[in-house]
């Protein structure tokens, strides 16, 4: 009698590390990185708050796209992912989901992202999931991140996206604020990830992956994430200045962000420099708040 008591319990354990095997495929922390920036950029194009009917079906639709992109991105890496200590334990290369299953899942994501989004939002937000699915699982993923060390810069296009897709979803076109937006959060990926990947040089160096903090000396991913750092707060501040739902607020705010990220990733150089422990997961840890912060003050800017 136990042991037939005991089964359910098993059985409902197994299913539920089957479907966070699933879940995890997508990298959940990445999405809700990403949507991060999507709400905001609605909120902007609408002058307000956007009708929760187009909000979640955007919302829903942009988590299904980033999470095919992501999907794909793991099963098309499951032989690197084994070679590193960071992603070994990944659903593949764990042996938790077959790469068959794992593309299956992929393409039905995929599928329902862009219906979702074709039927309650707008033909050209539909696209751009569309380009920004193929440009990270495709471009970045199959052909770019293992031949040029500017992989980054080019996956940080897609990462982009949902700023351009949540604007779309409300206006059905775009704009320069909307663009403004997109290159903001596109220079800001550059010292996120090299942070990262700084690291994680050594996996990636296993992997054969010519990160830039595999090719390049750290002083040089240092100088580097100075620049985009600056550029970051560039962008900031002409968003703030081209977009009419923005004022003051935004521009002391958002400025005072853009600041904060300068001068940290000043300070990862400067220990670089120093040759003391650099700690870039601090600079990355400080990217994350930054981008965080700043789609909120986003938020509030349009709704005060």
């Known amino acids: 009698m136990t042991a037939l008591a005991e089964r359910p319990a098993v059985s409902a354990r197994r299913l539920s590390g089957l479907v966070g095997a699933y879940v995890a495929l ?15 950029a609605m909120m902007m194009a609408a002058d307000g708050w956007p009708s929760w009917r187009l909000v979640g079906a955007t919302m829903v639709g942009g988590m299904f796209a980033a999470g095919a992109a992501n999907t794909f991105n793991c099963w098309y890496d499951r032989d690197i992912d084994r070679l590193m200590s960071r992603t070994a334990n990944r659903p593949i290369p764990s042996g ?6 794992a593309l299956v899942f992929g393409l039905v994501l995929a599928a329902a992202s862009l219906t979702l989004l074709w039927v309650a939002t707008t033909p050209l937000a539909t696209a751009l999931a569309a380009v920004a699915i193929l440009a990270y699982s495709v471009v970045y993923t199959m052909v770019l991140k293992r031949r040029t060390r500017h992989n980054t810069v080019f996956g ?42 700084s690291r994680f040089r050594e996996d990636y160096a296993r992997a054969g992956v010519p990160m830039l903090s595999v090719v390049a000396g750290p002083e040089s991913v ?19 200045s081209i977009t009419p739902v923005l004022d003051w607020a935004f521009a002391i705010g958002g400025g005072l962000l853009g600041a904060w990220y300068v001068a940290e990733s000043h300070q990862w150089l400067d220990r670089i420099r120093a040759g003391v422990p650099d700690r ?17 003050a986003i938020a509030i800017d349009v709704l005060v």
């Open 280 to 296: 870039p997961m601090k600079l990355f840890s400080v990217s994350i708040t930054h981008m965080t912060l700043l789609s909120i």
């Open 96 to 101: 938790v989901v077959s790469p068959r299953a």
């Open 156 to 197: 940080a296009f897609p990462g982009a996206a949902p700023v351009l897709i949540g604007w779309a979803a409300v206006t059905g076109s775009l704009d320069w604020p909307a663009l403004a937006f997109f290159a903001v959060v596109f220079c800001w990926q550059m010292p996120h990830f090299w942070a990262l990947a």
């Open 26 to 40: 997508t990298k959940p922390k990445l999405v809700e990185l990403l949507l991060v920036t999507t709400l905001p």
């Open 222 to 240: 240092g100088r580097q994430s100075v620049a985009w750092a600056w550029a970051t707060l560039g962008a900031t501040l002409l968003m703030g």
